[in-house]
């Protein structure tokens, strides 16, 4: 239901080297909601981040991310068939939503924060994404979170455009593994 788990979702950074980098299929995009103050989690199993950055020259980068909104899913069979209507993310008039950083800037040597625009439902809206890097084994993870608020793209419409039984906050995790091609 407020599964906008966007978007913004899953803004990680990879560091630029001569060959772009390639995002491997086990990174996650999830979102996590409350419904009658119990917890549910669902994915998005399509998403596309376009990653040009340099933690060395974090201000020099751009991020950008399109999701595939009808790529939802979520273990509970009423809200999965609920995800794209209209009442949700009306998947049928908008199939995607997209973040494009406008600024990136470090802070610490290893945490950083995109500033952009989320695009969801329709509604643009700025947000400011943190993340941290790290290397393990020639794989580079950046890895972050952020809150967002369903109300704010017009996520829950009708019956469900309060918070009385879904909670406006929704937070959106993504785990982002990347690996430099071979030559």
């Not at 950008?64 to 009808?70: E, F, H, L």
């Not at 993310?89 to 924060?113: C, L, M, V």
């Not at 972050?144 to 995790?173: S, T, Y």
Request: with cysteine; charged share 20%; net charge negative.
């Amino acid at each position: 239901m407020r599964y906008l788990a966007l978007l913004a979702l899953c803004t990680a950074a990879l560091p630029a080297y001569a060959a772009p980098w390639v995002i491997a299929p086990s990174s996650t995009l999830t979102f996590t909601g409350k419904q009658a103050g119990e917890a549910f989690t669902g994915q998005f199993t399509k998403f596309t981040p376009v990653v040009d950055f340099d933690p060395a020259k974090p201000q020099d980068g751009k991020i950008s991310v399109t999701v595939d909104i009808a790529s939802a899913t979520i273990d509970d069979k009423d809200k999965q068939d609920s995800l794209p209507t209209k009442d949700w993310f009306f998947t049928e008039q908008f199939p995607s939503a997209t973040f494009t950083s406008t600024s990136i800037k470090a802070t610490s040597s290893k945490s950083f924060e995109a500033t952009g625009t989320l695009t969801l439902r329709g509604v643009t809206k700025p947000v400011t994404v943190p993340f941290t890097l790290r290397e393990t084994e020639g794989t580079t993870h950046a890895e972050g979170q952020i809150k967002l608020m369903r109300n704010d793209f017009q996520v829950g419409q009708g019956q469900w455009k309060d918070d009385q039984w879904i909670a406006f906050p929704v937070e959106v995790d993504f785990h982002l593994r990347a690996t430099q091609p071979k030559e």
